[in-house]
């Protein structure tokens, strides 16, 4: 008897910060639910990797975005406009993952049809228990969308 295929979540993390990254992708390695992180570290580089241009064209659809707003070349405001623009993108959920507490943040993100939107914790502890929050409540209640 063969085995089912285990399938392996993707994540698009749009992050400018390494250490973020980096954090991000060493939790997800201990979960329990297989998933492949790739990072795009702008604004523009999403957008590459969400279209398959360049060195991109081989990239899987993610089933989640994780969008940090402080962005060079493209913010994140604009990331998420175009993704919730593009009818082969806008079903893709997309968690915005920031530092910014400020209310015309969160009101601007939802307006533009962000599915959530988290501020980021300033201490290690909490940073790694968010990660692990939003991998069980994405992958383990939420039934996304077919790819």
């Known amino acids: 008897m063969v085995p089912d295929r285990v399938e392996v979540f993707e994540i698009l993390l749009v992050e400018d910060n390494p250490a973020h990254a980096d954090l991000l ?11 492949n ?19 991109f064209a081989a990239s899987l659809r993610p089933g989640l975005i994780l969008l940090d707003l402080g962005l060079p070349k493209k913010s994140g405001f604009e990331v998420l406009e175009e993704i919730k623009g ?3 993108l ?7 993952l920031t530092t910014s507490k400020a ?7 939802y307006d533009l049809h962000a599915n ?15 990660i ?13 969308p077919p790819k």
């Open 116 to 130: 959530c939107y988290i501020q980021k914790p300033v201490h290690l502890s909490e940073f790694i228990e968010m």
């Open 86 to 88: 593009d009818p082969d």
């Open 37 to 55: 992180l790739n990072v795009a570290g702008d604004g523009e580089l999403a957008m590459d990797f969400l279209h398959k241009r360049g060195e």
């Open 103 to 109: 209310e015309e943040d969160i009101i601007k993100g």
């Open 90 to 96: 806008r079903r893709i959920p997309v968690v915005i």
């Open 132 to 144: 692990k929050t939003i991998e069980g409540f994405w992958f383990g209640i939420v039934r996304l």
């Open 25 to 35: 992708r060493e939790t997800l390695k201990q979960s329990k639910i297989a998933n």
